[in-house]
């Protein structure tokens, strides 16, 4: 005869999902063709594709009662997974053995319509998961107060902001009593208000044995709730366990991850720093000073509200080419914030480059910085800006000269704006 730890235990190993052999496989086309033109001209063009494995073999099993969470870096298949054991993907191969109805909280906007009102969206998103209306009149109230959403619910889906959808999405999840709920990064969008009435709902469901399979970036909570954890990696299960170990595993592979990131960056800049002197040996374009000017085109680092800028560019050619363009941009010099940017090429202004020295100004006439520093960034190419695969860079000065504007008066603000003040008045009967 068993005892009632024994049966406690079997009882906690009674399946709620098998997963078994799991692949998914997507089709993506070499070209991408988004114009009617684009489709006429390559209408007899033989099309080639590559097939992209999210998932490859993958299998667990989810026991009744159990958190289990699934994490892994960015692309590793964890979203894909969950829209597979929801019945949205249809696998290639393998199987999903299901024990239990499932209510699933999946990505943002996935069984809404936004051209429908929140309220409309309660009872299209309750019926796809199941419930008759009069279940769903009955739990009405309860998910609009869970959201928070009393005064919206009434306007359409599309005026809401991302957190009121997700709140509305979770609230009409949790409502709708199923046995095995899917959460994916439930977390990631919304306040902190929010994310901790997640949480608190998190403690009940498994107190009340709910089943609950979790994607989530967030390891802290992975390791509070988690009985047992999945760690996906390019569309592999590397390790089903404990959360310690798990997240350990997860950490491992996101290390890996940022050392090969720093790799590649550390090789694209090295690639630029060969490109760039390249081009200066063979000296073909190369800026020879880049000044910041007055009206009168003498040099000045100090202009005062209202004067004329000039931004005052030599530019040394040994051979003259086709579609050679300038672009200068002026940067605030504290915050590196963008503050203009303009080129010959948006202008369509065609310069008559000649060989040897050239020199270019570009006038700002009305000087409307109030007060403040700013660099001065410049840039030679060839090429359509549109078109960042034919850019060629021929050479730049990024950040190599400042000026300074002086405000005329005590007012405070980095710019001035012309401005007019209108008073009127009611006199009283």
Known sequence: MKNSHENKKEKKKELALRVKNITKTFII????????????????????????????????????????????????????????????????????????????????????????????????????LG??????????????????????????????????????????????????????EVLAVGDINFQRKCLNIFRKMKQEGKTIVFVSHDVGTVQEFSDRVVVLNEGKVVKVGGPKRAVYEYSQIMMKEAEKTERTAIEMEENEKKKKEAVQQRGAYRFAKVTPVNEKGEESLVFERGETIGIKVDIDLDRVEKDLYLGIAILDRDKEAWITGNNTYWDKVNHPWVKGRNTVTLQFPDNFFHRGEFFILSNLF??????????????????????????????????????????????SS
Do not use: C
């Open 382 to 427: 060839i090429g359509h800006p549109q078109d960042s695969a034919i850019i060629d860079t021929y050479d730049s000065r990024e950040k190599n000269q400042f000026f300074k504007s002086l405000p005329k008066d005590k007012r405070q603000g980095l710019v001035y704006m012309e401005h007019e003040w209108i008073h009127s008045t009611h006199q």
């Open 29 to 128: 086309p070499h070209e991408r063709i988004d114009t009617m033109r684009g489709y006429f001209v390559n209408i007899f063009k033989k099309k080639t594709y590559d097939n992209f494995d999210a998932l490859n073999d993958v299998s667990f099993d989810v026991y009744k009662g159990e958190f289990l969470s699934i994490i892994g870096k960015n692309g590793s298949g964890k979203s894909t997974l969950l829209k597979v054991l929801a019945g949205i993907y249809n696998a290639e191969s393998g199987s999903v053995e299901t024990h239990g109805r499932i209510s699933p909280f999946l990505e943002l906007g996935i069984g809404f319509n936004p051209e429908l009102s929140g309220r409309d969206n309660v009872y299209l998103n309750a019926t796809v």
């Open 131 to 184: 419930l008759t209306r009069k279940q769903i009149e009955s739990k009405f109230d309860d998910i609009v107060q869970f959201s928070e959403l009393e005064r919206f619910i009434d306007q359409k889906l599309k005026n809401y902001s991302s957190g009121m959808q997700v709140r509305l999405a979770f609230s009409v999840a949790i409502h709708a009593n199923r046995e095995i709920l899917l959460m994916d």
